[in-house]
């Protein structure tokens, strides 16, 4: 299992990252003792890449490269106090340009490893084209949603929109002018939504938003904004438009999935009835 990256966020800049740094550089300070008061008799030099590792891993390039120095240093005094600047003075100061190239090695390659970790996980959420979060990402989010939604007893919506006339603007005007037609969707849903909210592209031209802790009234407005916010967008595409479905749930009662499904119904239900608008309606207590 990963280390989630919500904790990686807090790490970077909170206290999580203060104590690391005092545990680490405890242990180098530990491993510095050891060796000096042996007199070189024990070493354990590489003990000394832990700490190198946690903090370039958690923390990233530059404060890798910070404890890098740190130990090489701690290191190169550990040295001097054993006596071998008596007996060679070159010595330490090889040993000091070893080590330091080592732990730096080390907390270079284990960043970059983080930050291409971080990548993909990143890239494997994400739509490519749009750069919204694909079907498994809504899914997961609209599942966190629905579990607090049911603990605080929240109301929620979803809206499944679909483009009407892609597939004869794909095959009127090449596919670019599709790619560009989604991608001004993308833009028209991000202009629309609170930073609370979710929008994700499902796949085609079909898109989804998560409305958490929403009434049906405040729904269906934010469901007219988006409806009007795509148009103008698609304006340059006269025969482009968006059918839209609004589910809205005063009491989750069901699986997210499942609420997704009656969303892409209503959706249906606009596209049988003239293309364009939008079908909003009530489930839970408020449909009473």
């Known amino acids: 299992m990963g280390i989630p990256d919500a904790f990686i966020r807090r790490f970077r800049s909170g206290w999580q990252n203060r104590l690391l740094w005092v545990i680490c550089l405890l242990a180098i300070g530990v491993l510095g003792l050891i060796h000096t008061t042996t007199q070189a008799g024990l070493t354990l030099t590489s003990m000394a890449l832990l700490p190198v590792l946690a903090i370039a891993w958690l923390g990233g390039k530059g404060q890798g490269l910070s404890i890098a120095v740190i130990a090489a240093a701690m290191w190169f005094v550990a040295d001097l106090t054993t006596g071998w600047s008596l007996d060679a003075v070159w010595v330490p100061w090889t040993e000091l340009l070893a080590r330091l190239f080592t732990y730096s ?26 750069g919204l979060p694909n079907r498994r990402n809504f ?31 794909n095959d009127a005007r090449g596919h670019d002018a599709g790619d560009f037609a989604l991608q001004e969707t993308a833009r028209a849903l991000k202009d629309c939504l609170r930073c609370t909210d979710t929008c994700a592209r499902l796949g085609g031209d079909e898109f989804a938003i998560l409305l958490p802790e929403i009434d049906y009234a405040g729904a269906e407005r934010v469901a007219h904004k988006v409806s009007i916010a795509v148009k103008v967008r698609l304006a340059r595409f006269s025969r482009v438009t968006a059918s839209l479905g609004v589910a809205s749930f005063a009491t989750p009662d069901r699986p997210f999935p499942a609420m997704l499904k009656v969303a892409d119904e209503l959706m249906y239900e606009v596209k049988k009835s003239g293309r364009g608008t939008l079908q909003c309606r009530r489930f839970g207590a408020e449909s009473l």
């Open 105 to 130: 090695l080390v907390a270079w390659l284990a960043s970059q490893v983080r930050f291409q970790l971080d990548l993909e996980r990143e890239r494997a959420n994400l739509d490519p084209l749009t």
């Open 139 to 169: 899914l997961a989010e609209g599942e966190r949603e629905l579990a607090r939604a049911r603990r605080y007893a929240g109301a929620m919506a979803v809206i499944f929109i679909d483009l009407d006339g892609f597939k004869e603007l």
